[in-house]
Structures are given as structure tokens and as C-alpha cells.
């Protein structure tokens, strides 16, 4: 399966622990995006990385929430002390950043998080 | 407001019927239109991408984008019960993250 993974597929964890989520992108892909979605509304973009830039973080990431691409390669997005607020599915993207216009985005299977 | 309105839904047609599927967005500085399809439980599916207004077409779909009045639209001819899902738009101002719709959930009856 060549397109972009996630790990894991599911976490339940209580309030106030520390979850770590892992992204592979497809091969080669040097773009890669997290986006939040909860119940019933669409995908909201947090943050994105070009190669291991972190080049855009949105409002919503608050300072518990920290993303990171080391090698340029796969990318992992911590959440500390995990509020019930936090529960919603995390979603990784990935695309490739060649010429003029926009790079389409494919997206994984995603991490769905509950906090108890 | 959110800068894109989509409605919820549900929305219930048979199958074999034209499913229409619309967005309305309020900066006018978006370039791009996706549309993803997106099944429960499961990552977002790239389905249709257009650049600027104009439509575009591919198989059984059929794209919109009307920049003037801001309002994008998605056509379904021969509506199959296998299309039966959530249908996001999505749309960007230029290699930028997306900005997505709450997302039009389909059920096509057999």
C-alpha cells in the first residue's frame, strides 16, 4: 500500500495524558498537512511542513499541541494533558509541491482520539 | 460566518437519480475547488479539482465553479448506492492548506 498511513488508528486515553500520533506521507512527498475533524464537520487545518519546515501553524493549535517532521520524512503530533476537547479524528495529508499552482492532497485513514 | 457553507444534509435520493451538491464561500481570494468524498470512518477522497471558474467533467461527475457569485457545485448523474457517503467541499487560495465545508451526507437508495 503505497499511500499515506497513520498510527495508530485509534486512542482512548483520560484527561490530562500525553498521546504522540505517527504520519508516513506517500513516498517522496514533501508536503504534509494535519487537520482536526470532529463529529459532522468537515476537516480544519492545523498545521503543515514542507520538507522539515514547520511553515504554518493555525490558531487552533494551542501551545499543548506540537508537530514535527525530523527528517522530512514521517511526522508525529503530540497533544499534552489532553482535555475531553481534544476528541475528534486527526488527519494527515500529504502532497507534492511541484511547479505553479496548487499540490493536491491525499489524505490517510486517520487517528481518532477519545479523551475520558 | 464560516468562510464555507455547505449544507449538512442528509440528503436521500434513488438510485439512478442526479445528485446536485453545492457550497457557497466568502473569500474571494479562493483559486482552487475540491471536492472529496469522504465514507465513515475513513480518510477523505480527492474526487474533482478545479481551477477557477469553469466545469469539468469525469465520468459520472461533473464540477462548478462559479467565482462571480461564489458558489461551487458537484453533479452526480447515475446515482449508485456505492455513492452513498459524506461530500466535502474544499478550496485554497493557492498552495496553502485547505479550507474545507461541514460536508453534504448522500444516501442513495437501492
Known amino acids: 500500500d503505497t499511500g499515506v498511513s497513520q498510527d495508530p488508528r485509534h486512542k482512548i486515553t483520560k484527561r490530562g495524558q500525553n498521546v504522540t500520533f505517527r504520519c508516513d506521507p506517500i513516498s517522496e512527498h514533501n508536503r504534509l498537512y494535519w487537520y482536526r475533524q470532529t463529529l459532522g464537520q468537515g476537516p480544519e487545518f492545523l498545521t503543515y511542513f514542507q520538507n522539515e519546515a514547520q511553515l504554518e501553524k493555525s490558531r487552533l493549535l494551542s501551545d499543548r499541541f506540537s508537530a514535527e517532521r525530523p527528517k522530512g520524512s514521517f511526522s508525529t503530533l503530540e497533544i499534552q494533558r489532553t482535555e475531553q476537547g481534544d476528541s475528534a479524528m486527526y488527519l494527515c495529508a500529504s502532497s507534492i509541491l511541484a511547479g505553479v499552482g496548487t499540490d493536491t492532497q491525499y489524505f490517510g485513514p486517520g487517528t481518532r482520539l477519545t479523551v475520558l | 460566518q464560516k468562510e464555507v457553507e455547505q449544507d449538512p444534509g442528509p440528503l436521500s435520493v434513488p438510485e439512478g437519480a442526479i445528485v446536485s451538491l453545492n457550497c457557497t464561500y466568502s473569500?474571494?481570494?479562493?483559486?482552487?475547488f475540491m471536492w472529496y468524498r469522504q465514507y465513515s470512518r475513513k480518510g477523505p477522497e480527492l474526487l474533482m479539482y478545479?481551477?477557477?471558474?469553469g466545469n469539468k467533467e469525469d465520468g459520472r461527475f461533473t464540477a462548478q465553479v462559479d467565482k462571480s457569485s461564489k458558489y461551487i457545485s458537484l453533479f452526480i448523474r447515475d446515482s449508485q448506492p456505492s455513492d452513498s457517503a459524506t461530500y466535502l467541499c474544499a478550496m485554497e487560495t493557492g498552495r496553502r492548506a485547505l479550507t474545507f465545508g461541514s460536508g453534504t451526507r448522500l444516501q442513495v437508495q437501492p
Open positions: 473569500n474571494s481570494a479562493f483559486q482552487y
Open positions: 478545479t481551477y477557477s471558474s
